[in-house]
């Protein structure tokens, strides 16, 4: 819930508060996938607010820590999702590059 108010606040170009409130949202425990989703948000609000080198970062990040198949699919479908709303075509390769790493990920458990 706390995710969806930032991506509203996103939307109207309030990208401080948004930050903030995800940040208040990595204090709280949260599922992996919700997890996931505040990053994606993160990396929407700084592509916003054209803050590139942020979203960048964020989304290594976010990477970094979806380490499995199933989560690197959920960050796929998120990038996705902003990809959809933003037709930012950065979200697109990122989407694409999870997607690859999970594919890894299902090769190497079998």
């Known amino acids: 819930m706390l995710v969806e108010l930032a991506h509203i606040l996103r939307r109207h170009g309030r990208f401080d508060e948004a930050l903030r ?3 208040n949202v990595d204090d709280a425990r949260r599922s992996a996938g919700s997890e996931l989703a505040a990053y994606a948000c993160a990396v929407a609000v700084h592509l916003a607010a054209q803050n590139y080198e942020s979203a960048r970062k964020v989304s290594e ?3 970094v820590r979806a380490t499995d198949a199933l ?3 959920a960050l796929a479908s998120k990038h996705l999702t902003l990809f959809h709303e933003t037709g930012g ?3 697109l390769d990122e989407a694409f ?3 690859q790493l999970a594919a890894f990920e299902d090769a190497v458990s079998i």
């Open 21 to 23: 409130l995800l940040d």
């Open 61 to 63: 990040s976010a990477r």
């Open 71 to 73: 989560l690197m699919r």
């Open 89 to 91: 075509s950065v979200h």
């Open 97 to 99: 590059i999870c997607l």
